[in-house]
């Protein structure tokens, strides 16, 4: 993902409508780009300021912290991934199940 698509998936980001690929590109992007890390900061704080702006009452503690998000993202992603691998696993343990009980 190069800077342009970056800054343009960063609205998706924060409404949390990238998918798992999408977003495992942008974390990584902002993980080594200076600048568009910035631009998230700010996009983030506006797009927060906005929601809270919304709906005073339940967005009223959230905190402007747009490290927090990226934390949580990659929580996500490395939860989906750890996920994705028990569902193979399991998959592998049934085919080795079945084959075992077949012969
Ligand atoms: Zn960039």
């Given at each position: 993902m190069n800077c342009k698509e970056t800054r343009k998936n960063i609205e998706a980001f924060v409404n949390d409508s990238l998918s798992v690929k999408e977003l495992e590109e942008f974390l990584e992007h902002l993980d080594n780009c200076e600048k568009c890390?910035?631009?998230?900061?700010?996009?983030?704080?506006?797009?927060?300021?906005m929601k809270i702006l919304e709906d005073v009452e339940k967005?009223?503690?959230?905190?402007?912290?747009?490290?927090?998000?990226?934390?949580?993202?990659?929580?996500?992603?490395?939860?989906?991934k750890i996920i994705r691998f028990q569902k193979i696993?399991?998959?592998?343990?049934?085919?080795?199940v079945g084959g075992f009980l077949f012969f």
């Open positions: 890390r910035e631009e998230y900061d700010m996009c983030y704080t506006v797009f927060m300021g967005y009223g503690n959230t905190r402007l912290d747009s490290e927090m998000k990226i934390e949580s993202a990659k929580d996500y992603l490395f939860k989906y696993l399991l998959y592998v343990l049934i085919c080795l």
